[in-house]
C-alpha cells in the first residue's frame, strides 16, 4: 500500500489531454514540493516535474504538474503513442523521513 | 552529458551480501546527493536510501525495510557510489536504480527530486 495514490490507470486518445492524480497527506504533498517520473516499458524512469510544476528544459511543454492541498495532478496534452508509460508521483513524508512513491498510474494512448 | 551505470547485481541466497556500485560521470559527482531507489519486478518505485555530499555533512538516510541492513557509501575521488547489503531477503528482489538526488532538507522537511537515473541492476534473492 503506497502513501500516495494514484488511479492504477488512465486512457485517451491520441491528441487528446490526460491528467493524472496524486492524493497524499499533511505529511507529504502538504508540506513539501512534488515530482513526477516518466517510466517507458523496460526502461528506467525519467524526471518530468519538480517542485510541484517545474519542467527541466529537456522535457516538452505537454507535460504540466500543479499541486493543491495535498493532492498533485500531471497533466499531458497533445497526446502521442510514445507518452504510452507508467507515471510516478513521488514526495517526502515528514512522519516517515522518507522519500515516497505514489503506486504509478499506467497511461494507454487508444 | 550525465552517465550514472550499476553493476554488481546478480542471485544471491537469503541471508547472503552483495555490494553494487554506481560509476557516474558527466557532473560534479562529490556536489551530489546520490540515492538508491529500487523496484521489484512488476511493481513500483521504493526510495532505498541517500548519502549527502561531503559538504553537507555526507550522512546517509534509509528506508524502514532496510535500516540496519544496507549502508551507502561514496568515493568522490573514483566518482563511485555503493550500496553494500547485508542479511539479504526474498523480498529485497528488484531493480535498483542509481539517481542524482536534487534540492536540500531542512530540520522539519526535505525538497528534493532525483533528476537522472541509472539503467539499474537487477537483484535477485532466491534459494
Known amino acids: 500500500q503506497s502513501v500516495l495514490t494514484q488511479p492504477p490507470s488512465v486512457s485517451a486518445a491520441p491528441g487528446q489531454k490526460v491528467t493524472i492524480s496524486c492524493s497524499g497527506s499533511s505529511s507529504n504533498i502538504g508540506n513539501t514540493y512534488v515530482s513526477w517520473y516518466q517510466q517507458l516499458p523496460g526502461t528506467a524512469p525519467k524526471l518530468l516535474i519538480y517542485e510541484n510544476n517545474r519542467r527541466p528544459s529537456r522535457i516538452p511543454d505537454r507535460f504540466s504538474g500543479s499541486k493543491s492541498g495535498t493532492s498533485a495532478t500531471l497533466g499531458i496534452t497533445g497526446l502521442q503513442t510514445g507518452d504510452e508509460a507508467d507515471y510516478y508521483c513521488?514526495?517526502?513524508?515528514?512522519?516517515?523521513?522518507?522519500?515516497?512513491f505514489g503506486g504509478g498510474t499506467k497511461l494507454t494512448v487508444l | 552529458e550525465v552517465q550514472l551505470v550499476e553493476s554488481g547485481g546478480g542471485l544471491v541466497k537469503p541471508g547472503g551480501s552483495l555490494r553494487l556500485s554506481c560509476a557516474a560521470s558527466g557532473f560534479t559527482f562529490s556536489n551530489a546527493w546520490m540515492s538508491w531507489v529500487r523496484q521489484a519486478p512488476g511493481k513500483g518505485l521504493e526510495w532505498v536510501g541517500r548519502?549527502?555530499?561531503?559538504?553537507?555533512?555526507?550522512?546517509?538516510d534509509f528506508a524502514a525495510p532496510v535500516k540496519g541492513r544496507f549502508t551507502i557509501s561514496r568515493d568522490d575521488s573514483k566518482k563511485t557510489l555503493y550500496l553494500q547489503m547485508n542479511s539479504l531477503k526474498t523480498e529485497d528482489t528488484a531493480v535498483y536504480y542509481c539517481t542524482t538526488e536534487m534540492g536540500y532538507c531542512t530540520t522539519t522537511s526535505c525538497y528534493t527530486y532525483f533528476d537522472y537515473w541509472g539503467q539499474g541492476t537487477l537483484v535477485t534473492v532466491s534459494s
Open positions: 513521488g514526495t517526502w513524508d515528514t512522519s516517515l523521513s522518507a522519500d515516497v
Open positions: 548519502v549527502k555530499s561531503q559538504a553537507d555533512g555526507g550522512t546517509t
